[in-house]
């Protein structure tokens, strides 16, 4: 049987003032993250609500990265 690699969904809030400014430089750089991860640009990871976590969660991600 061919065993199946695990593509986990990731949802990342990335503060922006600093973690999406340097998501953005390593894309003008050219460096690569994998396609299953998506990003949310949120003004301050401190103002992430616990209940945007647990709707991702609820509707399919794998996993959340929460970057400040």
Known sequence: MAEQEF???ILGFLCN?????AA???GVSRFQYPPSMRTLR???TGRIDPAFVLRALAEGA???FTGG
């Open 24 to 26: 953005d430089a390593a």
């Open 62 to 64: 794998d996993g959340i």
């Open 42 to 44: 949120v003004m301050c």
């Open 7 to 9: 593509n986990p969904s």
């Open 17 to 21: 003032w600093c973690c999406y400014a």
